[in-house]
């Protein structure tokens, strides 16, 4: 299980990384979208990847993933 993504990371991420002042109701839903997706990739790739592969198979397994959606 991961750590629960909070509004306060996402508003410390928001201003550390872009300088942007971000809204606590804000913060808050993006938290939860954020852990959604986050979530979602980590499972996805938990099934495929080994934590020692090859960095360039995490990118190469989005790019399939995606791909494999739109048909």
């Known amino acids: 299980m991961n750590e629960k993504v909070t509004a306060e990371l ?8 872009r300088r942007l002042a971000i809204e606590e109701s ?3 839903e993006l938290a939860a979208d954020v852990e959604r997706m986050n979530n979602a990739v980590i499972d996805a790739a ?4 080994d934590f020692n592969d ?4 995490f990118a190469a397994l ?9 048909k």
């Open 54 to 57: 090859e960095p360039a198979r």
């Open 10 to 17: 996402i508003r410390g991420q928001g201003a550390q990384l």
């Open 62 to 70: 989005l790019a399939d993933t995606r791909e494999a959606g739109k």
């Open 46 to 49: 938990d099934e495929r990847l």
């Open 26 to 28: 804000r913060a808050r």
